[in-house]
Structures are given as C-alpha cells and as structure tokens.
C-alpha cells in the first residue's frame, strides 16, 4: 500500500483512489488469479488496471465496473501471450489454499474453457456477478452471457461425467 500512496498526486483524487485501491485490490486479484492461473500474474495484471483506473479516476461514473473490465480484459491480453509464446493454460498452479482434490479438478476443467466461457463462469460463481455485470465487462449482451454459461456449465458438465 506504501507504493501506492508515494506515487499519488496529493489531493482529494488521489486520496479517493487510495480508498479505492484499498476497497476493490483483493477482489481484483482473485478475479485475475481465477483468469490467468497465476498469483503473481493475477497481481501483474490487477496493478496495470489500477494504473488505468487511475488515470481517469475523477471522470469514472463507476470505476469498480471499469477495473473489473480492465482486469478482464489484461486477462486476456495477457493469455493470448502466453498461447503466443507456446504456454499452456491447462492448469492453474499457485492455488491460494490447499482446498481438496476436487475443487482443484473443477479449476482445471474451468481452465481448460474458452476464455469468454471461463469468465463468465468465474465471474458468477465465483464472484456473484449478475448477468448484467458480466454482460457489461465483456462488452456484450446478456444473452451472450447465458449462452456462454449454458456452454460452459454442458462442457463441465460432460468432462465431470468422464
């Protein structure tokens, strides 16, 4: 938190999105664990969309909508890299607890989903997003979000029953 005080303008902006960074950080960080698989590209992706957020912090109508895009959206950016490079994404390491074997299979079938999938996926079990919410930081419809859900959930669905 030390990082982000010294590098804020001083001022009631500065102080507001100190709050800010302080109410929504975790959140954003699970978010993007859950995404990318990896804590410290989860905390990677989480810093670059508070730096975004911060630059437009005093015209932002909501700007825990707008990070929550933003980290999805660093998600992806940052999963296409790995695909680009040859990494596989078919395994999340780093889980934050032990948990059991059976929450660590269902994170690896959810990893193994098609990006916009696994959002959705994540975003309302894990995070208990509405509809909308999912709908507005994937830029789409809600629609799309219940049939990317209803993809995603048949998929798990028939890997689960193998």
């Known amino acids: 938190m030390s990082v982000v005080r010294e590098t804020l303008e001083p001022g009631p902006v500065g102080e507001r999105f100190a709050d800010f960074y ?3 950080y975790d959140r954003a960080v699970r978010l993007a664990w859950l995404l990318t698989g990896s804590q410290a590209g989860a905390e ?7 730096t975004g957020v911060y630059r437009s912090f005093d015209r932002l109508e909501s700007p825990g ?4 895009r933003a980290v999805i959206n660093r998600a992806r950016s940052r ?5 680009r490079d040859q990494e596989t ?7 934050p607890s032990q948990g059991d ?5 269902l994170l690896e079938l959810i990893a193994q989903l098609p990006y916009r999938q696994r959002v959705v996926i994540v975003a309302r079990y894990w995070g208990g997003w509405s509809e909308v919410d999912i709908a507005r930081a994937l830029g789409c419809r809600r629609g799309t979000v219940k049939s ?3 993809r995603a959930l048949n998929r ?7």
């Open 22 to 24: 302080r109410q929504e």
């Open 44 to 50: 990677d992706v989480v810093q670059e969309a508070m």
């Open 65 to 68: 909508a707008y990070l929550r």
């Open 79 to 83: 999963s296409r890299d790995q695909r």
């Open 89 to 95: 994404v078919s395994k999340l390491q780093g889980e």
């Open 101 to 105: 074997a059976a929450e660590a299979g």
């Open 148 to 150: 990317l859900a209803s």
């Open 156 to 162: 798990l669905r028939s890997e689960v029953e193998q």
